[in-house]
T-cell receptor, first 108, second 115 residues
């Protein structure tokens, strides 16, 4: 079975600072991977997905970017954080979707 | 775009009571997924439904795929305190979509169980 690892669990960053959230996957090769964001503990919104190394699709325009440098690694980044980037970021994979435990990002 | 409407938005029940929640859409879905999220954690898949009319159980949980393919129901029998959390329905994006990774989520039903 597939296991999704995310870190850090929580992060507090000032406005304008860069961001890098990492997600790694165990238990499968060439997985489809996804980044979701959850605001205020309610519905999840798909941000990016990747079907393989170097292949990224963006679902919504935003201040964030994603990269897939290795088969089992998926990274969410920003060059300059905005207050509106605060939220709970979840990496996911497998079918049907299984989620990691998320990163709680607070931009101050 | 697609929207999934969950009701109720929140529920406060006594331990031992049965719970019923539903999810509706104006679009047809080929798959319905039900997730539970506990505080500070990612959602966990509870039940997946793949066929209209399908009724599937997972312990005290039972979910049904509506015949119209525009709704789904989740029931929890004899609730216990550990049932507390947010319950989400989800389905593949796009009318008749089949990608189980690109999902549209409802806004969730917050369940509180009083001992």
């Amino acid at each position: 079975s597939q296991t999704i690892h995310q870190w850090p669990a929580t992060l507090v960053q000032p406005v304008g600072s860069p961001l890098s959230l990492e997600c790694t996957v165990e238990g499968t090769s060439n997985p489809n991977l996804y980044w979701y964001r959850q605001a205020a503990g309610r519905g999840l919104q798909l941000l990016f997905y990747s079907v393989g190394i170097g292949q990224i699709s963006s679902e919504v325009p935003q201040n964030l970017s994603a990269s897939r440098p290795q088969d089992r690694q998926f990274i969410l980044s920003s060059k300059k954080l905005l207050l509106s980037d605060s939220g709970f970021y979840l990496c996911a994979g497998h079918s049907p979707l299984h989620f990691g435990n998320g990163t709680r990002l607070t931009v101050t | 775009g697609q929207q999934l409407n969950q009701s109720p938005q929140s529920m406060f029940i006594q331990e031992g009571e049965d719970v019923s929640m539903n999810c509706t859409s104006s679009s047809i879905f080929n798959t319905w997924l039900w997730y539970k999220q506990e505080p500070g954690e990612g959602p966990v898949l509870l039940i997946a439904l793949y066929k209209a009319g399908e009724l599937t159980s997972n312990g005290r949980l039972t979910a049904q795929f509506g015949i119209t393919r525009k709704d789904s129901f989740l029931n929890i029998s004899a609730s216990i305190p550990s049932d507390v959390g947010i319950y989400f329905c989800a389905g593949p994006q796009g009318a008749g979509g089949t990608s189980y990774g690109k999902l549209t989520f409802g806004q969730g039903t917050i369940l509180t169980v009083h001992p």
